[in-house]
């Protein structure tokens, strides 16, 4: 069964290529982003998140996720041990909020 899926859908892949309707398309000829991440969601989770990324409108945790990149590099580059001290209580604030925050998601996702 899955076999047979496959081919009409090559076939009908092959036939879009050769009618040109698979040109022009928006990111055409850029590779296919990296999704990886999502394996690890339901379908209907990565599904909204990537709409909501595509909006504009990421979820609070993605953006703490960003800070906490930027704080872990900051702690990669400190010179002083107070430097390196004043970046792990950043680290540390920033893990909490963002597990609050993946937490939240989840039962607000959750039926």
């Known amino acids: 069964m899955a076999q047979s899926l496959d081919r009409l859908v090559e076939r009908q892949i092959q036939k879009a290529l050769a009618e040109g309707k698979l040109q022009g398309l928006e990111g055409e000829g850029k590779p296919l982003p990296d999704r990886s991440g999502e394996a690890f969601?339901?379908?209907?989770?990565?599904?909204?998140i990537r709409i909501m990324a595509e909006a504009g409108a990421l979820p609070e945790e993605f953006k703490i996720k960003k800070l906490l990149e930027a704080a872990k590099q900051?702690?990669?580059d400190a010179e002083s041990d107070d430097a390196r001290h004043v970046a792990m209580a950043l680290i540390a604030d920033l893990q909490q909020r963002y597990h609050i925050a993946v937490e939240a998601r989840r039962r607000f996702m959750s039926p």
Not at 41 to 48: K, L, S
Request: charged share 20%; proline share 0%; hydrophobic share 45%.
């Open 41 to 48: 969601t339901d379908m209907a989770t990565a599904v909204a």
């Open 74 to 76: 900051n702690y990669r």
